[in-house]
């Protein structure tokens, strides 16, 4: 059984550790995504919008990324490591 209140409260730290990297529109689409509870295809845009728009990523959002796959059962392996990864420091 999946703690909804903390994939709520991943889905909070996720879309702020990422937000100087995500367009107005791009964070919506997300945030509706989990407030539909939909969150899956929320994760799952979450990701796309990295990988397609060439976008890299900080550590500590790979590691919210890692939390919520396993959360939620989800086999995201190939996509999310075809996300850049941002070096320790860059913001």
């Not at 590691?63 to 392996?77: A, C, E, K, P, V």
């Amino acid at each position: 059984m999946v703690d909804i209140t903390l994939v709520d409260g991943l889905f909070v730290e996720l879309l702020a550790a990422s937000k100087p990297y995500l367009t107005e529109a791009e964070r919506e689409e997300v945030q509706h995504l989990v407030d539909q509870a939909e969150y899956p295809f929320a994760l799952e845009t979450f990701v796309h919008v990295f990988v397609d728009g060439g976008k890299s990523a900080t550590q500590d959002v790979f590691s919210i990324i890692t939390r919520l796959t396993g959360m939620l059962h989800m086999q995201m392996d190939d996509t999310i490591s075809r996300i850049p990864r941002l070096p320790p420091g860059r913001v």
